[in-house]
Structures are given as C-alpha cells and as structure tokens.
C-alpha cells in the first residue's frame, strides 16, 4: 500500500497540475470528519452533526490545502517570492510551503491582531513579517498593489489555485458520507473557503468531462460524478465583522475571532452566488456565543479549534434553536483551525490552574473535593 501523499497527489485529475509540474507538500488534506456524540444528546437534538476538523492539517488550519496548490503553481511559473495578507493562518501556512519549497515569504498582518501560535508559526517558518497599522482589509489593499511594482505572487485567495486547493476538503466529506449531507455550514471571512467548498461539490455532481455550467467554463478538470447533490450551504460570520451577512462593508471590524475579523471580502459575489445556488443562508454569532461554543465542543467531545473555527457550529446550533435547520439532517461543520493556534483566548476562558504544595495530602484534598462536586 503506497501512504497517502498529499491532497494534489490523491486529486491530480480534478487539480489544474501536469505530470511534470513540481509537487510542494507537507501531506497536507486527509483531515477526520468527527461524529459529534455527545452534544446532540445533550441538547436533545435529532441530528447528525460532523465536525471536518481541518485544524488537523501540517500547519494547524484549512489554509495548507490552498497553500500546496498556490505555492507549488508559483514554483512552477518560476516565481523565487510570495506575498499574502493574514489575520494569521493564512501567513502561517504561506511561510511554511515557502520555506518547503525554498522561496522568499512576505507576510502583511494587523499589527497586535493576530493570535500568538500563527504569529510564531510565521516566524519561526522564517517569513519576512510585516506588521502594520492597520487592519487586514488594508493588507490585502497593499498587497495587490504591490504586486504591480514588484516581483511577488499573491498567494491569497484571490489566487485562483488557492480555491482550487480548497475544493477538496468538499470531495473528501461526499467519499467519508458516501455523499454530500443535508447543510454544511462554515465561518466566513474573506469568503474564499465557503466558494471553494461550492466549487468541490458542484465539481462533484458534475458528470460531464469538460467546463460546463458549474465551473462557469473555468474548470476542464471534471472527471465523473461523486455525489448525488448538494448541501444547502450555511456561512457564518462574527457580529463585529459581519458584512455578508448586513450587506454592507465594516469600516472597523471587531471580534475575538480574530482569524475573521474582516470588513470587505475579496470573495464577497461568490460567496453570495454559493448561498443563493445552495438555497442556504448567512447568519451571525456574537462573541459571547462563539467562546461558548468553542468551550462546549472542546469540553463535550474532545475537540479543541480556535474560535473562528466555532463560528460554523455555533451558528448551526443557533439555526437548530431556531427550527431553521430541520430535525433528522445531516450537517457537516468545518472546524478551520486548531485551538491551540490561540492559547491567549483559550486560557482566558477557562478555570485556572491550581497550585497547591508538592504533598500527597494537597493532592488528595483536591481529588476528593473535585469528586464529591460530582
Ligand atoms: N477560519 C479560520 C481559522 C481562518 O483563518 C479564516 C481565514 C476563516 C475561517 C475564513 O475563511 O477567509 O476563506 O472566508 N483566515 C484568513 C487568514 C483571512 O489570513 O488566515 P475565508
């Protein structure tokens, strides 16, 4: 049995790559869709819930499926540099395809607006860092503007091979359910991951050979049908940064999710054309809700994500309240990040350690105590 390579290796004839093309990959894609147990009981809920726990992948988010495809495109076309804009795990996986691959990697982030895990990732990658003033719309504004004078690839997910990267994650839900479930709901920032899921699955209830309809003529890379259907598409957004979702850019968008902390989405249209094709729905958490959720899952069933991640099964738990999401459906949520790409957000939210003596007394005190609580 040959071990599994990476996700271009595994999709290759649904990916725009050539035989000769020079793979860059860290394995990344092959991420576990988690059957939520005990949470649906709890709430007494008819449904099944999955969570595609994309923090899993090399650098800890969804970003390294995009990231293999737009760095290995860049090499191929000759490119020695890239350049992204990040609230975060986008540089984080940026500075580690280009340290794989041997390139330069130039990284705009929010000064002070980033969690400190994909802050030391970017870092300790050896990318060149930027922080500025300002805010990660400004970023991606500078970035496109300095591609024009400079001799840089963009590889933010305005790169069409980033969407391309991304595509998969929908053709591994449809081979892991044996086809597309009934919702598959996800947090939504700069909109390039909800349009990338619509591309998979619409990719996948293709049966023709070449562009069609679907693609809307972009896409030669159909290769036969692996679904039935599409999901009916839910994306989420941060009350602070919800401009898909009012209908209207956020000059100043605010959120402990930092990851999405976004006024002005490059994907804006697409993300809006999925929604409508799907018959689906943008809706909206507060902060409040999205720690909660975060701590209810990491505490319930064992998975930890970071809070933007939490946004997507937060707002389905919302939906479900709400008679919005049926009883019997089937739901997929991408969990985008690991929880430990934030610790600042996860210790400030938790009961604090106890430090007693290094006694067997103190310890049993605390056990006992601990016990009888129960
Ligand atoms: N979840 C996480 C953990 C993210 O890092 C992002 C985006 C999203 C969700 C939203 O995805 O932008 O495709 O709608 N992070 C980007 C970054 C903006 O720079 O890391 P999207």
């Not at 819930?49 to 090499?75: C, H, Q, W």
């Not at 009012?246 to 999710?257: H, I, Q, W």
């Amino acid at each position: 049995m040959r071990s599994y390579r990476g996700l271009i290796e595994k999709y290759r004839d649904r990916l725009p790559v050539a035989p000769d093309t020079p793979v860059v990959s860290l394995n990344e894609g092959d991420t576990p869709l988690v059957e939520l147990r005990n949470l649906p009981r709890l709430l007494r809920r008819n449904v099944s819930i999955y969570v595609k726990f994309e923090g899993l992948n090399p650098t800890g988010s969804f970003k390294d499926r995009g990231m293999t495809m737009a760095v290995t495109k860049a090499v191929e076309s000759g490119a020695k540099a890239i350049i992204c804009a990040s609230t975060g795990n986008t540089s984080a996986a940026a500075a580690a395809y280009a340290a794989r691959a041997g390139i330069t990697c130039f990284v705009l982030i929010p000064e002070g607006k980033i969690a400190l895990g994909k802050l030391s990732q970017a870092m300790m990658h050896g990318s060149v860092v930027i922080q500025i003033r300002g805010n990660f719309d400004d970023g991606m504004r500078l970035v496109q503007e300095v591609a024009q004078t400079t001799p840089v690839n963009i590889v933010n997910s305005i790169n069409p091979f980033r969407l391309q990267g991304q595509k998969t994650v929908a053709f591994e839900v449809i081979e892991a359910l044996g086809d597309a479930p009934d919702y598959h709901a996800l947090p939504v920032g700069n909109a390039g991951n909800i349009t990338a899921h619509w591309i998979g699955y619409s990719e996948a209830v293709c049966e023709n050979t070449r562009a069609c309809a679907f693609c809307q003529g972009n896409c030669g890379f159909h290769r036969g049908r692996l679904a039935t259907r599409r999901p009916i598409m839910l994306g989420y957004q941060a009350s602070g940064a919800a401009p898909i979702v009012r209908g209207r850019v956020v000059e100043n968008p605010e959120t402990v999710a930092t990851a999405i902390r976004i006024g002005n989405p490059v994907s804006w249209q697409q993300a809006v054309a999925a929604k409508e094709e799907s018959g689906g729905w943008f809706g909206e958490c507060s902060d409040e809700e999205i720690l909660h959720v975060q701590k209810l899952l990491a505490q319930t069933e064992g998975v930890f994500c970071e809070p933007a991640s939490a946004v997507s099964l937060a707002g389905v738990l919302k939906d479900l309240e709400l008679g919005r999401i049926g009883e019997g459906s089937t739901i997929v949520c991408t969990l985008t990040g690991h929880g430990l790409k934030d610790p600042d957000a996860a210790i400030a939210q938790s009961v604090q350690p106890l430090t007693v003596d290094a006694e067997l007394d103190a310890i049993e005190r605390v056990i006992r105590e601990r016990l009888l609580q129960v």
